[in-house]
């Protein structure tokens, strides 16, 4: 992934193609709608609108989870924990979670007894880490666990061992404000991300705001774009029968500009992901979303 310094001609055709075709789409506000999710313990409102923070500027004023930008059967689907495909996942991070596994016989659960330990950890992450000054992010935390305390090798990224277990431990957090930091220690990560966020890349010379600032709410290629918010995430998307994270959909979205990606994990998708999370601070984590 790079940045690109001058314009070729076919760069030059294809800005302006992708131009064009905003100039025609159709412009759509999100769904007037509230998420009130069916689970076991009776409904739980989420906050899917808020105010933007101080730290963006007014570059946005109000704030709206993906879930406005979802067609109604989508949106439904997420009403409901039996409905919500996302949720068998989370309950394979359950299996993982009580599963001896580690060279001794070590689990989760072991050390952490229930996963409601990790409530609030998914709200404030990615984050600093106060030991070490790393970036975490809660694949971090579940690695470091792998790996020091069962004598594992760490899990991939986007394994699937790796994003039952990020489904099972953001759910801890449902209904909580994301809550993301963006000064102290985390301040150089922000700002690494921020600009990581605005820089063009790839052939159609597109940013991230290029899609979820400048143009959200538009249709293009029949797709409602939203403001690229993360606090549903891991999320179950529909077109890929299977969850995701946030950094899976970072390399989605720059291999669209037809751009070399950054890798799940580097510094810059990390700096990335905490930029674009606290571009949600005060919206509600939404455990395991649905998703287009």
């Known amino acids: 992934m790079?940045?690109?310094a001058t314009k070729s001609v076919a760069q030059t055709f294809l800005g302006m193609t992708f131009g064009i075709?905003?100039?025609?789409a159709a412009f759509a506000d999100p769904v007037d709608d509230k998420l009130v999710i069916e689970t076991d313990n009776g409904p739980l409102e989420l906050v899917t609108t808020a105010p933007a923070a101080a730290h963006l500027e007014g570059a946005l004023?109000?704030?709206?989870?993906?879930?406005?930008?979802?067609?109604?059967?989508?949106?439904?689907?997420e009403r409901d924990d039996f409905d919500n495909p996302g949720m068998v996942f989370v309950d394979m991070g359950i299996d993982s979670w009580n599963k001896a596994q580690g060279v001794n016989g070590?689990?989760?659960?072991?050390?952490?007894?229930?996963?409601?330990?990790?409530?609030?950890?998914r709200a404030v992450t990615p984050r600093v880490d106060e030991k070490t000054g790393k970036l975490m992010t809660v694949e971090n935390y579940v690695n470091g666990?792998?790996?020091?305390?069962?004598?594992?090798?760490?899990?991939?990224?986007?394994?699937?061992?790796?994003?039952?277990?990020?489904?099972?431990?953001?759910?801890?957090?449902?209904?909580?404000?994301?809550?993301?930091?963006?000064?102290g220690a985390a301040a150089p990560f922000y700002a690494q991300g921020k600009e990581i966020y605005y820089t063009r890349y790839g052939q159609l010379e597109m940013s991230c705001a290029s899609c979820h600032e400048d143009n959200q709410g538009l249709f293009i290629r029949a797709d409602h774009l939203s403001q690229g918010q993360i606090n549903g995430f891991p999320t179950y998307r529909l077109?890929?029968?299977g969850i995701l994270s946030a950094q899976q959909r970072f390399v989605g979205c720059v291999r669209d500009t037809r751009a070399e990606t950054f890798k799940p994990n580097s510094d810059e998708f990390k700096a990335l992901e905490l930029y674009v999370a606290s571009r949600g601070n005060g919206l509600s984590v939404e455990g395991v979303s649905v998703r287009h």
């Open 239 to 241: 077109k890929d029968a």
């Open 145 to 183: 666990c792998v790996t020091e305390r069962m004598g594992l090798e760490a899990w991939g990224m986007t394994s699937d061992k790796m994003k039952d277990m990020l489904a099972l431990i953001s759910m801890q957090s449902r209904g909580m404000p994301v809550n993301v930091a963006t000064d």
């Open 61 to 77: 004023t109000t704030l709206y989870s993906g879930w406005h930008y979802r067609e109604d059967d989508t949106r439904d689907m």
């Open 21 to 24: 075709a905003l100039a025609g």
């Open 106 to 121: 070590e689990s989760c659960a072991g050390c952490h007894e229930g996963p409601e330990s990790m409530a609030g950890l």
């Open 2 to 4: 790079h940045r690109t």
